[in-house]
């Protein structure tokens, strides 16, 4: 008598590799149907339903390359990366880390260097969609901090806030790819790079300039409001600093990217 | 079979399962649904839309939660972080209770993301058994266990599917989510009287019935919830409640998803059907 896990492991394996050729005598035969065409209905459902759900968190990728080819790297991510979540939420996260690994050995990657790219910014518009909520600072909290405590101020963003460089007009890609209808584009080659994150359930996101991208890491790793002035003053005339700090953080606030402040000494 | 004080189950009335693509609908129009089911995975995430919708709809409908992954029926360790993610949002939503199948998902840390059926054994039925339990001992409530659709018999199997779920039932002291459509799926593709498998059901444990529509395929029937209910699967319901009274009915539909109104005609159907039946007995 075959024990409950393995009969679990052989059926798992049918639907892992169906064809692999192992006898199938664990399932009676009953009715019209055979054995084998019976677990085919798992196998076959096992990778639609993963290829659906890339299809989902994928939209672009997928109307960028055309059903035929998204179908058959889809079903390769399905094989290679058998799910180990207990949500389909999280079955595609290494999509885009996949694309980039396969780009050299897959032929029909080979005319898409840009793709995992895309694939990168649709996920993490997905992480800012769903990400936690928290509290959110608004102008009235920052204008009663005292002066004396803006050096040491350090800032704290919404877990909804993520930040990715593109070394192609990725953005635009997703734009014209997911509008009604699609419209074409070319890829073209052009680093930036963008703010993603979400404000009153719309996911949203923006380039940044350079001298914002640099204050905004360095916050995020929890440099001060004092180190963050220094690194625009690397950037900018030293008299405009002040005011440029003033400005950004006054849009991070309109923009709902700011949790809290506290200071750090 | 009527309503006695002895047999006492709540009753909710008229369902519908809760997805995305009606939250607007729902919210607009406050349609005259009863109360509706949420696939708990969906919202087990930090935050964003699905949780603001989830909040607002709960403020004014009863709620019951329905899960796809406890894998129950896995030879797999219990995964205690999905159990605390299932605590966490059983506090938030306060549902009339909580729901997942009587299956297994995968082994080897692997999810197939399918409900896979188990073999009708002694075996699985201990172990079964003492998963419930445990569960059920962890978030300190009862849970409602659900009949999946097969398309396989394994040569294992030494029990009915029915006399299985009753078993477990009984032995686990749980409830029982009986899905109308599953057994009319399962009784066509493994040849056994549905009538067959009402008849053996522990009716005072059955708190909530589903429908839903499937697929005919070449010799075997496809649980695929993209159509809707199909005639004999009313025929089937109406058979269950002459037997077991009235309980909390609800259609799920996962695909191929129509408009709201849609549903709430299918939906006003299923209550004319299950308040008909009801009052012909109690008369």
């Not at chain 1, 399932?27 to 085919?40: D, F, W």
């Not at chain 2, 993610?85 to 306060?94: D, H, P, S, Y």
């Not at chain 2, 009339?96 to 840390?109: E, I, P, Q």
């Not at chain 2, 993209?226 to 009313?234: C, E, G, R, S, T």
Request: net charge negative; charged share 25%; proline share 4%.
């Amino acid at each position: 008598m075959k024990h409950l896990g393995e009969l679990q492991s052989r059926f798992q394996n049918f639907i892992l590799q169906p064809e692999n050729g192992e006898e199938i005598s664990w399932v009676s035969g009953a009715g019209q149907a055979s054995s084998s065409y019976r677990l085919s209905v798992y196998a076959n459902a096992y990778v639609s339903r993963l290829k659906e759900v890339l299809e989902n968190d994928y939209p672009a990728v997928h109307m960028a390359i055309g059903d035929e080819r998204f179908g058959l790297l889809a079903e390769r991510y399905v094989r290679q990366h058998p799910s180990r979540f207990f949500s389909l939420r999280d079955f595609g996260y290494r999509f885009a880390t996949y694309l980039d690994e396969e780009v050299g050995t897959i032929a029909l990657l080979r005319d898409l260097p840009w793709l995992s790219e895309l694939a990168q910014f649709e996920w993490t518009l997905g992480l800012a969609f769903d990400a936690a909520e928290s509290m959110l600072l608004d102008e009235q909290d920052m204008a009663s901090i005292p002066a004396d405590a803006w050096p040491a101020l350090q800032f704290e963003f919404c877990p909804c806030v993520y930040r990715i460089d593109h070394k192609w007009n990725i953005p635009s890609m997703w734009k014209s790819l997911t509008a009604d209808p699609p419209e074409t584009v070319e890829a073209i080659r052009m680093h930036g790079s963008w703010l993603i994150w979400r404000q009153n359930m719309v996911t949203r996101f923006r380039s940044l300039d350079e001298d914002e991208r640099l204050i905004l890491d360095l916050l995020r790793r929890g440099g001060t409001f004092n180190d963050g002035c220094e690194i625009l003053a690397s950037q900018i005339d030293q008299e405009s600093v002040s005011m440029r700090a003033a400005g950004l953080l006054k849009g991070w606030i309109r923009q709902g990217l700011i949790a809290d402040v506290v200071r750090a000494y | 079979m009527i309503e006695t004080k002895a047999n006492q189950r709540p009753f909710l009335g008229y369902g519908l399962g809760l997805r995305r693509q009606h939250y607007d609908d729902v919210l607009d129009t406050r349609p005259d649904v009863d109360w509706f089911e949420i696939i708990s995975e969906n919202y087990m995430v930090d935050g964003g839309k699905p949780l603001h919708y989830l909040d607002r709809i709960r403020e004014h409908y009863p709620m019951v939660m329905h899960g796809v992954s406890l894998s129950i029926g896995s030879t797999e360790p219990l995964n205690y972080h999905y159990l605390d993610k299932l605590k966490a949002l059983i506090k938030r939503v306060e549902p009339a209770w909580f729901s997942d199948h009587l299956c297994w998902t995968g082994v080897d840390k692997l999810n197939m993301h399918d409900l896979l059926p188990l073999p009708y054994t002694e075996e699985a039925l201990d172990h079964v058994v003492e998963r419930i339990a445990r569960v059920q001992d962890y978030l300190g409530r009862q849970m409602l266990i659900e009949n999946v659709s097969s398309y396989i018999n394994y040569s294992e199997s030494q029990l009915t599917e029915w006399d299985f779920l009753r078993e477990v039932a009984e032995r686990a002291d749980c409830l029982v989510l009986l899905d109308i459509n599953n057994i009319y799926v399962s009784a066509y593709n493994h040849d056994f009287d549905a009538v067959e498998y009402l008849r053996a059901m522990p009716s005072e444990r059955i708190y909530q019935i589903h429908l839903a529509g499937h697929t005919q395929e070449k010799n075997l029937i496809v649980d695929t919830h993209d159509h809707p209910i199909a005639d004999p699967v009313y025929e089937l319901y109406a058979e269950a409640v002459r037997r077991f009274g009235r309980i909390s009915t609800m259609i799920e539909r996962d695909d191929n998803i129509p408009p709201l109104m849609d549903l709430l005609n299918e939906l006003d159907r299923v209550r004319s059907i299950g308040n008909r039946v009801f009052e012909d007995q109690v008369a």
